[in-house]
């Protein structure tokens, strides 16, 4: 798993070979990142299916809660088959684009 400290947020990109391996390094490192915004990039290779995305869907809520942003990057999820509240974007610069709107709701108090 690398860690990316941007401006605004932390990029947390995967490396492992599969999934299953980078969402047991990502689950035992979770905590380190509650008060940060996050964005998950997710590699290309691993196919993800839908529950295995859904396994976020809890963390993404919590972040909700704490007022910070969550976003998964995947090129191949439709997004349709999450819930509206779930943060999935197809790039990078789209998940950034989530960010910004999101603290702008903040800002407006919603």
Do not use: C
């Not at 990502?26 to 995305?53: G, R, W, Y």
């Not at 509206?84 to 684009?97: C, H, K, S, V, Y």
């Amino acid at each position: 798993m690398k860690i990316e400290n941007k401006e605004k947020y932390t990029l947390i990109s995967s490396d492992e070979k599969s999934f299953e391996e980078f969402y047991a390094v990502f689950k035992n490192q979770k905590s380190a990142f509650e008060k940060e915004h996050l964005i998950v990039h997710l590699s290309d290779t691993f196919n993800t299916k839908n529950n295995e995305i859904s396994l976020f869907l809890e963390y993404a809520h919590a972040k909700k809660e704490n007022g910070t942003s969550f976003v998964i990057v995947d090129k191949n999820v439709d997004i349709d088959d999450f819930p509206e509240t779930f943060n999935i974007a197809p790039t990078l610069q789209e998940a950034e684009d989530i960010l910004e709107m999101e603290a702008i709701e903040r800002e407006l108090g919603f």
